[in-house]
């Protein structure tokens, strides 16, 4: 079936196409919202319904909107909160629900409960095939699709139903819920903010068994905490080499304190980012990222204060190491592992371990059949690091064809969160708009 054709289509509801959407329609560009994983205006991270999932920014920080620096924490004022604490994920879910509504009674949006197969260019724009056979026709395409879904662990193939492959899914409440009840043991592979997701929600439902996370070095998000910003012009920072750079961040560091020292790069990250050739970014990648990660996308304090907790009442340990093996038994998993720099491996028997590694960062593996069908089709291709698409400085992956948030981080870097990807759909938006000649 092929309806009319329309002027915007956008695949992939969650943040960066819901307000991608909203965009278009304050500038009256019509657009359908293409999203099948029943969570359309809310996406992965605030589709959660835990009251224990906190942003993990200010609620001053989280606008949608660009250029309107206090929408959101008027919601949470409103709602009894204080602008610099940090709101429930599930609140941002529904002021975004809130703008997505808003968006459609204004009749230029229509959502669409559906997946997108595959896209291909047709007539001077877009054909998008969905899951039920719909074709959509559109002047333009935009790729709002969000992270891949974790790698697989290979440590962990042939492994039954206790490895959790995807902790976002229903099978993850699941696996949760059980171990709560029966108060086992849990593994959790990878140490970042997906872990500390996966504490919460193990806490919250009541468990009170042992918690085990483990990632190569071991590193755990830092906490958020007031301190005296030290802002610095681009000029006073060096740029294109990595190393120099590095050491630079280390030194003032120690002369401002680190949180202001990562802060400060903030308005000028891409900048930076797009002056490391190739190789400096991979070697950024490969060695300094995981240190990044836990000073740049820090927890709330209180989140931060019940990890302490937990790990100080001994039951959540937190372990530098590796997964060699893993097998299943009848009723549980037996992990084996090396501590980091030992030579002796030890057995940890867990009853569900978790995939908490993060997000897929090789867009060249993906299994997702859009993307694929873009790929292989030769109408995207991969960034120079191979960890998104690749993209103009004005997020165009092709003609007529936009791509948004973490799809574009080989080109940006620092634009998986939402104040980065608010100004992108702006921009975006704008864009299209010319292009568009609407
Ligand atoms: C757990 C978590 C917590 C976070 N907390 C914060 C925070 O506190 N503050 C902050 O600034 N940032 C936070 N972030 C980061 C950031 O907000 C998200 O990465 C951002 O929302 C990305 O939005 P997105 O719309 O690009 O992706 P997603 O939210 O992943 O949405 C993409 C959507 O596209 C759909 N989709 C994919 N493929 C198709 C297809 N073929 N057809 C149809 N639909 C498709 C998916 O089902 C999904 O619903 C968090 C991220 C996570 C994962």
Known sequence: MKSDRVPVAIIGGGFSGTILAAQLARRGIASVLIDGSGRMGRGVAYSTTEPAHLLNVRAEGMSAWAGEPDHFARLFEAEGGDPRGFAERRLFGRYLGEILDEAVAGGKTRP?????????????????????????????????????????????????????????????????????????????????????????????????????ALSRRGLIPRSHADFEPSPVELSEVPQGSLRVLWRWLRRRSAEVGWRAAIDSLRPHSRHLWQGLDGQQQRQFLRHARPWWDVHRHRIAPEVARLLAQLVADGRLEVIAGRIISARESKDSLEVEYRWRGASKSQLLDVAYAFNCTGPLHSIVRTQDPLLRSLLDGGQVHADQLGIGLEVDDRSRAGEHLWALGPLTKGRYWEIIAVPDIRDQAAEVARDIELELGA
């Open 112 to 212: 669409m409960d559906a997946t997108a197969c595959s896209a291909s260019r047709s007539d001077g724009g877009w054909q998008v095939v969905l899951d039920s056979g719909e074709r959509i026709d559109a002047g333009a395409l935009a790729l709002a699709v969000g992270n891949q879904e974790p790698e697989a662990l290979s440590a962990f193939t042939g492994v039954g139903d206790r490895f959790i492959g995807n902790p976002w899914g229903t099978s993850s409440h699941a696996a949760v819920a059980e171990i709560a009840a029966a108060g086992e043991t849990a593994l959790l592979v990878g140490t970042g903010l997906t872990m500390v997701d996966l504490v919460l929600s193990l806490d919250a439902a009541g468990h009170s068994g042992r918690i085990v």
